[in-house]
């Protein structure tokens, strides 16, 4: 069973910028969600999409946002880029989500540097 | 809101020696709590998760887990570390708020490094 893919693996953007980052999720795994990962701030969780609609969302501006697709596959999208956003991007996929306590299967991550 | 406090953001150990990776957390309500662990360049894999019952979890590579809720933590521990402990190793509470909304927070990682 192929794992979850996280596409592109590196970006450079400028500030101001916006940028779409991918997610394929496990076969069946209908829960994607996404995390910010920073050396300063560690791991925070962003948003989390089950069959197409948001479910829960973190502490994070509305520059960052999301969408499933009907093959639970998900995009994340950060518009009007910051400096600060430079982080590893991860996502990570489950069967029934985050509501279940069920096991995350993580991706590689992107890794997002912002000039 | 919850908040994860991994006291120590750097642990090293000698090779075959035991290691304890220490969490507190701060919510008194019912949460869920896991250990996930990162290899370089990879993504986060789950070490071992308390749910209910037993307070102490076992899980995989020889890692275990004491839930303590009186002292509101969820150490991590091994008995005998080997070379490809070499990770870093987050602690994580998963805590519901109400109906359909919960909370997944991650504290700040501890890096164990295994010396050989």
């Known amino acids: 069973k192929a794992g979850v893919t996280q596409t592109p693996r590196y970006l450079i953007k400028t500030r101001g910028q916006q940028v779409t980052l991918s997610c394929s999720p496990i076969s069946g795994h209908r829960s994607v969600s996404w995390y910010q990962q920073t050396p300063g701030q560690g791991l925070q969780f962003l948003f989390e999409?089950?069959?197409?609609?948001?479910?829960n969302k973190g502490n994070f501006p509305g520059r960052f946002s999301g969408r499933q697709f009907s093959n639970s596959r998900s995009e994340m999208n950060v518009s009007t880029l910051e400096l600060g956003d430079s982080a590893l991007y991860l996502c990570?996929?489950?069967?029934?989500?985050?509501?279940?306590?069920?096991?995350?299967?993580f991706g590689s991550g992107t890794q997002l540097s912002v000039l | 809101a919850q908040s994860v406090t991994q006291l120590d953001s750097q642990v090293p150990v000698f090779e075959e020696a035991p290691v304890e990776l220490r969490c507190n957390y701060s919510s008194s309500v019912s949460v869920y709590l896991f250990w996930y662990v990162q290899y370089p360049n990879q993504g986060l894999q789950l070490l071992l998760k308390y749910l209910s019952g037993s307070t102490l979890v076992k899980g995989i590579n020889g890692f275990e887990a004491e839930f303590n809720k009186s002292q509101t933590s969820f150490h991590l521990r091994k008995p005998s570390v080997h070379i490809s402990d070499t990770a870093e190793y987050f602690c994580?509470?998963?805590?519901?708020?109400?109906?359909?909304?919960?909370?997944?927070?991650f504290g700040k990682g501890t890096k164990l490094s295994v010396i050989p």
């Open positions: 994580a509470v998963s805590e519901h708020l109400r109906a359909g909304s919960y909370q997944l927070t």
């Open positions: 999409y089950f069959s197409e609609t948001q479910r």
């Open positions: 990570a996929s489950s069967l029934t989500g985050l509501a279940t306590n069920e096991k995350l299967f």
